[in-house]
T-cell receptor
Framework: GENVEQHPSTLSVQEGDSAVIKCTYS??????FPWYKQELGKGPQLIID?????GEKKDQRIAVTLNKTAKHFSLHITETQPEDSAVYFC??????????????FGKGTKLSVKP | DAGVTQSPTHLIKTRGQQVTLRCSPI?????VSWYQQVLGQGPQFIFQ???????GRGNFPDRFSARQFPNYSSELNVNALLLGDSALYLC????????????????FGPGTRLTVL
């Protein structure tokens, strides 16, 4: 089955710096790659997602890149702020409209942004 | 608009007991998925339901069961609780367009924290 590896497990940056989190997946049939942010005591919040028909997607300070050949995707956060501190999860899925589309998650990256 | 809601927020049970967790999806969403998140790990898929039918099941024992109601809300039941069942149980809803080519975006609720003593 699908396996998603996520690195690093912890990341500490200074406010204003950039942060990059990387994930690799094993199943070449995976076609959907969301990123979630989870704050303490809360459920995961979708921050950005990308589908396999595009290589890059950007939303303000957040961007995701996808390399299907290498089977890896990355989250880029620019101009980090203390409120970006949280645990970030990548996930992969290969479902279609009529079949199961369960998400396989990485183990998470704890991002700390120091003021 | 209200997001995904789950109840209860916290729950404490003892080994061998049974528990029922509840989830209401975002209005208009027809699919509900359940995930288990053990402390320090990513969520792990348990079930997906669409139109009241099970559409997917993860690698969990038969002690775990679920159902979806006509209003698309869902319940997750766990029997014969074990210490290892202690976790945050997350519900996610998605629109689930039958004709869609892609996996639907899933939106998570706040979770139910289950502690088994």
């Amino acid at each position: 089955g699908e396996n998603v590896e996520q690195h690093p497990s912890t990341l500490s940056v200074q406010e204003g710096d950039s942060a990059v989190i990387k994930c690799t997946y094993s199943d070449s049939a995976s076609n959907y790659f969301p990123w979630y942010k989870q704050e303490l005591g809360k459920g995961p919040q979708l921050i950005i997602d990308i589908r396999s028909n595009v290589g890059e997607k950007k939303d303000q300070r957040i961007a995701v890149t996808l390399n299907k050949t290498a089977k890896h995707f990355s989250l880029h956060i620019t101009e980090t702020q203390p409120e970006d501190s949280a645990v970030y999860f990548c996930a992969a899925s290969k479902g279609y409209g009529g079949s199961q589309g369960n998400l396989i998650f990485g183990k998470g990256t704890k991002l700390s942004v120091k003021p | 608009d209200a997001g995904v809601t789950q109840s209860p927020t916290h729950l404490i049970k003892t080994r061998g007991q049974q528990v029922t967790l509840r989830c209401s999806p975002i209005s208009g969403h027809k699919s509900v998925s359940w995930y288990q998140q053990v402390l320090g790990q990513g969520p792990q898929f348990i079930f997906q339901y669409y139109e009241k039918e099970e559409r997917g099941r993860g690698n969990f024992p038969d002690r775990f069961s679920a159902r979806q109601f006509p209003n698309y809300s869902s319940e997750l039941n766990v029997n014969a609780l074990l210490l290892g069942d202690s976790a945050l149980y997350l519900c996610a809803s998605s629109f689930r367009d039958r004709g869609a080519r892609w996996t639907d975006t899933q939106y998570f609720g706040p979770g139910t924290r289950l502690t088994v003593l």
